[in-house]
């Protein structure tokens, strides 16, 4: 069964800094995908970036990035310019590739919290 | 797009009561549909599966009788929490995957449930 460790429960990070949350997963799958969700304090689940397993280039979108080192079955996420707006809770979660029947097995989630 | 409705985003209901929550996709047909449940600053537990026209697939250890779930059309799923109990308080989400991308979930904004 594949599972996914979010080490960190909480994190704090100065407005305009840069904050790296981290998660590792495990499994035996070689194709899957992996996802950060943001859920504000409204419970409203946000996806924030998508990346797929086989595609080495690291997926951005704005000020979100992440680093997918697949050998070591990490996939941590950089959030630039902090804004006050990104306090919230983050899940990571891992997706196999198996096509209708495909479940999300989130992280336990790290609470940002962006002070200014 | 890909905007996903839940119905009542609270209730309140006395112990012994049965409560439904609905889950609909606005604006495209979602062949799967996915119901969570969620405890303060904690990650969301996946409850169920359902496929439109077929019998939910529930995960280990959640009672079906108790958690009814009915996927009736392509844009509607509901959950019956029957004879509800102070312990089914929790926040329910749901989650909907269309035709286009077998890969992607998108969430309803939850339902708060309270059992007095």
């Known amino acids: 069964a594949q599972t996914v460790t979010q080490s960190q429960p909480e994190m704090s990070v100065q407005e305009a800094e840069t904050v790296t949350l981290s998660c590792t997963y495990d499994?035996?799958?070689?194709?899957?995908?992996l996802f950060w969700y943001k859920q504000p304090p409204s419970r409203q689940m946000i996806l924030v970036i998508r990346q797929e397993a086989y595609k080495q280039q690291n997926a951005t979108e704005n000020r979100f990035s992440v680093n997918f080192q697949k050998a070591a079955k990490s996939f941590s996420l950089k959030i630039s310019d902090s804004q006050l707006g990104d306090t919230a809770m983050y899940f990571c979660?891992?997706?196999?590739?198996?096509?209708?029947?495909?479940?999300?097995?989130f992280g336990a989630g790290t609470i940002l919290r962006v002070k200014s | 797009g890909a905007v996903v409705s839940q119905h009542p985003s609270r209730v309140i209901c006395k112990s012994g009561t049965s409560v439904k929550i609905e889950c609909r996709s606005l604006?495209?047909?979602?062949?799967?549909m996915f119901w969570y449940r969620q405890f303060p600053k904690q990650s969301l537990m996946l409850m169920a599966t359902s496929n439109e026209g077929s019998k939910a697939t529930y995960e280990q250890g959640v009672e079906k009788d108790k958690f009814l779930i009915n996927h009736a059309s392509l844009t509607l799923s509901t959950l019956t929490v029957t004879s509800a109990h102070p312990e089914d308080s929790s926040f329910y989400i749901c989650s909907a995957r269309g035709l286009a991308d077998y890969n992607e979930q998108f969430f309803g904004p939850g339902t708060r449930l309270t059992v007095l």
């Open positions: 604006d495209f047909q979602a062949t799967t």
């Open positions: 499994t035996s799958e070689s194709n899957y995908y």
């Open positions: 979660a891992f997706m196999k590739h198996e096509g209708y029947g495909n479940k999300l097995v």
